[in-house]
């Protein structure tokens, strides 16, 4: 994979205090951390709702390591409970397509002054959403989605669903290491409120079920990472969806309408609704990821059935008898 610059500061951050054992960051003109004397030489990664990421070199491990700020971590119980359980599962998760917690520290020194939460990370060089849009060859495809797919299996046998597979929450290095991160958003499979989070999976990963509020498991994660296959195939979003309705729209036009098996999931008034639509035929899986996207040799078409076969079975309509036996025998 090529080497790239992700920074995105347009100047590097500069420190301008220097005491009690942590430096003060200036990162840019709204932005000012405070961080531990071991790290240093900052720049700026990534800023967004839930954080600021930036790297650092920490002088003890001689190592670069991405540190990432909560924003405002306690100013509610729903960031609260997000918090502890992306501290927590980094905590305690030790598989090697999973990021790993190196160290983790506030710089408030009682309880009642606690309001700042540092989680030092494993660095990486690049998100998955910089190597959508490259035109990967089969062994590098297949690794990664190979890695996909262990972590994630980690993750279910110890009964937690994601809940936000996305390229953004993927991150890779120049070898082609893969790693998940980022969450806040997990659950355990057998948590009675799983269901009551209004959002969860960014919508182009949004899996049916999620989308009309039937039961979903551990299947919501398989169905974003068939996701993400197919935009590392097709170099593009696969269901591109502008709302939630049109998110719907793209997926049945892609799949073809739900089966029975599928609506008797539904509560009756969006049963109603979806039976009410136009009926989309299926698509032949042909059609969908034609031979031309995959290499021209014999042994790739062999490949390209391969993939079309594994795709086909992760973007799929759950059913009752699926939900079950997703409960009795998860990830094996």
Not at 56 to 81: M, Q, Y
Not at 112 to 117: G, I, M, Q, V
Not at 311 to 329: A, C, H
């Amino acid at each position: 994979m090529d080497s790239q610059n992700i920074r995105e500061n347009s100047g590097r951050p500069f420190l301008v205090n220097d005491t009690d054992g942590y430096h003060d960051v200036i990162l840019n003109e709204k932005t000012i951390i405070r961080v531990l004397k071991r790290y240093t030489d900052f720049y700026l990664i990534g800023s967004g709702a839930q954080g600021v990421v930036m790297s650092a070199l920490d002088v003890v491990t001689n190592e670069r390591v991405a540190i990432k700020k909560l924003t405002r971590p306690f100013s509610n119980p729903t960031h609260a409970k997000r918090a502890y359980r992306e501290f927590e599962i980094m905590n305690l998760m030790d598989h090697p397509n999973i990021i790993r917690l190196l160290n983790a520290f506030t710089p408030q020194n009682s309880l009642e002054e606690f309001d700042d939460l540092y989680l030092v990370m494993e660095l990486m060089n690049a998100s998955l959403c910089q190597v959508t849009a490259m035109d990967l060859d089969h062994e590098r495809l297949s690794f990664l989605l190979y890695q996909m797919l262990c972590g994630i299996n980690y993750l279910h046998k110890a009964s937690i669903v994601h809940r936000d597979i996305k390229p953004s929450n993927i991150v890779v290095n120049y070898q082609c290491r893969l790693k998940i991160l980022d969450f806040g958003l997990a659950r355990n499979v057998e948590d009675e409120n799983i269901l009551k989070t209004p959002y969860v999976v960014t919508r182009y990963y949004r899996a049916p079920e999620v989308i009309l509020g039937v039961p979903y498991k551990e299947n919501v994660d398989v169905w974003a990472i068939g996701c993400i296959f197919a935009e590392l195939l097709t170099r593009k979003v696969f269901f591109p969806g502008n709302d939630y309705i049109d998110q719907w729209t793209k997926i049945v036009d892609g799949l073809g309408s739900p089966d029975n098996d599928f609506t008797k999931l539904l509560t009756p008034e969006v049963r109603n609704y979806i039976l009410k639509l136009p009926y989309v035929a299926t698509r032949d899986w042909k059609e969908i990821f034609p031979d031309s996207i995959f290499p021209k040799n014999i042994n790739d078409r062999l490949n390209a059935e391969n993939a079309r076969d594994l795709i086909s079975r992760m973007l799929v309509y759950i059913s009752l008898y699926m939900l079950v036996y997703i409960s009795l025998y998860p990830m094996l």
